[in-house]
């Protein structure tokens, strides 16, 4: 069975510090991998996706992610994180076929310090 | 593109009452729809998922109900609401056999009382 694990529960950084965001996965064959975010009393909104290709992805806002299959990872990664960047971060694992069973890791909830 | 709207947007309800929740999707046809719950530190659950009109599965027994009564309506229900059901609930939108990430709507927050 499919499974995500992000370690981290809550991460505080200062404006301007690096960020990332650790995300591992596990799963049978070529995982198709997503970020999202979400902020507070919001929906979720894709960051990025990896299907294939290039294992570094650039997505939205200034993120990006690599996915590394020897470590069954996917760590989202700003050089400079902005104060709006404070909001929880999803990590997540597709199937890829049949009705697209989505399984989400349990979440970031990253703070940012002036 | 895809927009997936949610009502209520918050929703505050007494143990033991009815409930209803309605997700529609614009923009595309013939989508998976799917409920999914988001309580405080647990990620997100999925309730239910719809391949179609009428088809309902279910991921978790519990206290709710789905259905769908057209092709981008997706509804989310209760006889005799419980206290565990407060949370955050997402309607989501994707394609049967497609590894394009699912999209969300805005959400509605439950809280019973």
């Known amino acids: 069975a499919q499974s995500v694990t992000q370690p981290d529960i809550h991460i505080t950084v200062s404006e301007g510090a690096s960020l990332e965001l650790r995300c591992n996965y596990s799963y049978g064959a070529t995982p198709y991998l997503f970020w999202y975010v979400q902020s507070p009393g919001q929906g979720l909104q894709l960051l990025l996706k990896?299907?294939?290709?290039?294992?570094l992805v650039q997505g939205i806002k200034g993120f990006e992610a690599e996915f590394k299959r020897s470590q069954s990872s996917f760590n989202l990664r700003k050089p400079s994180v902005h104060w709006s960047d404070a909001a929880e971060y999803f990590c997540?694992?597709?199937?890829?076929?049949?009705?697209?069973?989505?399984?989400f890791g349990t979440g970031t909830k990253l703070q940012v310090i002036p | 593109s895809q927009t997936i709207h949610q009502w209520p947007a918050t929703l505050v309800q007494p143990v033991g009452s009815p409930l209803s929740l309605e997700c529609t999707v614009e923009?595309?046809?013939?989508?998976?729809l799917y409920w999914y719950r988001q309580a405080a530190g647990r990620g997100l659950q999925l309730l239910f998922y719809s391949v179609g009109i009428g088809q309902i599965s279910s991921e978790v027994p519990q206290n709710l109900s789905a259905s769908r009564p057209q092709d981008r309506q997706f509804i989310l229900s209760s006889k005799k609401l419980l206290l565990s059901d407060s949370g955050f609930y997402l309607c989501a939108c994707g394609h049967l056999n497609s590894n394009q990430p699912q999209h969300f709507g805005d959400g509605t927050r439950l809280s019973i009382l």
């Open positions: 990896y299907f294939s290709g290039d294992t």
């Open positions: 923009g595309t046809s013939n989508p998976n």
């Open positions: 997540a694992v597709v199937n890829s076929g049949g009705y697209q069973k989505v399984t």
